[in-house]
DNA sequence: CTGTTAGCGCGTTCAA
DNA sequence: TTGAACGCGCTAACAG
């Protein structure tokens, strides 16, 4: 078990001295050609690779970008890792992991903890709890890029990524009231959730395309657990005029929400009809599937969000100063066909 | 925009050297009460923080870990992924992550990246087509230790985490046997796979508790993707003696074979029963779910080779050679109940 | 108790 | 065409 080799070991080894060695690995231009043969013939044999901490040590650069997720288990934001590794290893990037599990402590930790490993920038989603945004102070101070992905905080001046569920969900509510929907609700997450005031804009707007009139009772909010979905399930089904169709926070609230309405002997698709927001591939082979679903693209989202940080990355070399960039995809209703 | 404060910054300003500063803030105890409360006030001002990558740098350690899987966006790995962060941030390591795509060469190239980030151990679960596992050599040469997860190699002297999914398939078989199936087939997953071999075992383990003949010919394999398994399930159906139950892959050929079998106007659970060996929650879920799932407890494993791997980069520093670790979780038969 | 010095691995002047 | 010297930020051995 040895150490890796260095330059300095190639170099005692041909009798010359570092510097040569550097450059002969760089085929500087003005170099013997014998010697940069031999030193390349034996860096091979030794499988010489240059320590990259030390490079990045003295550069100030590292050449990998911290991410930061809620929670990878989660299909939204693994399908989002997945994009981010893919981005950034095509442009020579590594990337340096955290979960925050929604915590906004430990969200700040991890903020701490990817600055001192001294990343060059920085991709996150921001943990539902979160609601003090001084932990990104210090990154601004440094000039460490921060693009926000998906779930963004509410304060100007940042560079996001993010989906405008807003679109999709117009969508949803014409094509139920197409469908002769009258009484459509919605059970919505939390609502200090940027996402979730766009859905209940979508909602609205939906609305207006109809002489219906706007009923803030139709609409509810679930935590996300089950609990809360049954809660809110209840609520919506205690209500005067029982909505015929919902849209969902997500496939998962949307599993709950057509459990729960099932256990009440209502027919799903029939007495009651869901619009989820997808998640999941798989939602499409479940027992009572949603008749639509508003598709959010995580994937090409996060590639996005990993483009914008590399370009400002590779503009930050000329210090010009980049205006922030505010990147929204937009959500689009994707239909099921129904299963027979 | 201005760079991190350094102790050199904190030295100049208050007129002493840096290596004081350094005692300072890590409380040596030789060191003037008054000047430590200095020094430490004045680190907090500036909100100074170790420049890691200096400390790793000279300490020739990085506190960080690689983790190469195949596809994060897979729930199996994305599973792993989520446990993997949550017990390494527990130990004050960070996680540089790679996916290989299950394309050897890829694989052999991130390897590569991570050791020249120099990482103080890896946790990988090799592609699946990897055959040459020379790119390994560096890394052990280097005394940096490996743990292999869940898809692991078939060579001597390594420490492994794997779930022997070998009981969980005999559990299989013999449950269809007790429910009175008499031709099981096994619709399995590319051979080269160890826990493909595995299956096969437990198949023929399952078929031992019972006096019927192993009929070599209700095993296919797929190559995971939908028309290889469509192509399997043809093959299955083509036999004189028609399987009434299959055992498959994973969740997704499971999906894709019962689709078929629908398609092929079978009745599921009547004609035709599944197990699938489980990756998603959502299984359940589904219209016509399999009636059992071998449960690999994938958050559990890798959080066990996370464990490993950090207690022998603990051990490593007593430079007490450590005995091989091979891990087995065993998997285990959920058997579903009947959705009405 | 504190300062000086050296070195981790590398690239990059400046000099030769 | 090459080498010597320096510095990136930090710790540690040694000297005071």
Do not use: W
């Amino acid at each position: 078990m040895v150490n890796p080799p260095t330059i300095k070991e190639i170099a005692k080894k041909l009798n010359i001295s570092t510097s040569t060695v550097s450059r002969a690995l760089h085929d500087h231009h003005r170099i013997n050609i014998l010697t940069r043969i031999r030193v390349q013939k034996l860096a091979r044999e030794l499988d010489y690779e240059p320590n990259q901490k030390a490079i990045f040590f003295q550069k100030r650069r590292t050449f990998t970008i911290g991410v930061i997720l809620p929670d990878l288990s989660e299909f939204y934001f693994s399908t989002a890792i997945s994009a981010i590794e893919d981005a950034s290893t095509k442009h020579k990037y590594s990337v340096l992991l955290g979960q925050s599990h929604d915590s906004e402590a430990r969200e700040k930790h991890i903020v701490e903890c990817v600055m001192n490993q001294r990343i060059d920038g920085l991709i996150i989603s921001i943990a539902k709890s979160t609601k003090n945004y001084e932990h990104f102070d210090l990154l601004k101070r440094y000039g460490i890029p921060v693009v926000f992905f998906d779930r963004i905080p509410d304060i100007p001046d940042i560079h996001y990524v993010a989906c405008n569920v807003e679109t999709g969900t117009v969508q949803a509510v014409k094509f139920l009231l197409q469908n002769g929907h009258r009484t459509i609700g919605m059970l919505n997450g939390p609502e200090q959730l940027y996402s979730c005031r766009q859905r209940i804009e979508g909602y609205i707007k939906g609305l207006e395309s109809h002489p219906l009139k706007f009923d803030p009772s139709l609409i509810v909010s679930t935590d996300l657990t089950k609990e809360g979905t049954e809660n809110a399930m209840a609520e919506l089904l205690r209500l005067k005029r029982k909505p015929t169709a919902l849209v969902c926070f997500n496939d998962n609230v949307t599993l709950d929400a057509i459990q729960y309405a099932r256990k009440m002997k209502l027919k799903i698709n029939k007495d009651i009809s869901f619009v989820s927001f997808s998640n999941q591939p798989m939602i499409n082979h479940t027992a009572f599937p949603p008749i639509a679903t508003i598709e959010q693209f995580p994937y090409q989202q996060a590639q996005k969000a990993t483009e914008v940080l590399l370009e400002l990355l590779s503009r930050r070399d000329e210090n010009s100063t980049s205006p922030f960039k505010k990147i929204t995809v937009q959500s689009q209703l994707a239909i099921h066909k129904q299963q027979k």
